[in-house]
Nanobody, 116 residues
Framework: QVQLVESGGGLVQAGGSLRLSCAAS????????MGWFRQAPGKEREVVAT????????NYADSVKGRFTISRDNARNTVYLQMNSLKPEDTAVYYC?????????WGQGTQVTVLS
């Protein structure tokens, strides 16, 4: 069982920045593909960004390319999401995800609200 704890959400003006962190309680963090997802009210959860086990490969949703950056620190068992040039449509609950073959774990989520 892996526990994921997100932090760093909050209220920000459009054009501002936030950095989300997700700390994982596992000794095998480096074996997990990590990702950030988000869910806005009335919408389905969607993938925002993913990062490979070594951090060498990242993927982004088209809506955040060029504005968000996912990274990880395997020594600290932590994955980050740097969010710049935030827009009101980025408002959502952001969830951290850890995936290893058939195992899939989620954090409790952190609210990000972008004011216009």
């Amino acid at each position: 069982q892996v526990q994921l704890v997100e932090s760093g959400g909050g209220l920000v003006q459009a054009g501002g920045s936030l950095r989300l962190s997700c700390a994982a309680s596992t000794r095998t963090f480096s074996t997990y593909i990590m990702g950030w997802f988000r869910q806005a009210p009335g919408k389905e959860r969607e993938v925002v960004a993913t990062i490979s086990t070594t951090g060498g490969t990242t993927n982004y949703a088209d809506s955040v390319k060029g504005r968000f950056t996912i990274s990880r620190d395997n020594a600290r068992n932590t994955v980050y999401l740097q969010m710049n040039s935030l827009k009101p449509e980025d408002t959502a609950v952001y969830y951290c995800n850890a995936r290893f073959f058939g195992n899939n774990y989620w954090g409790q989520g952190t609210q990000v609200t972008v004011l216009s």
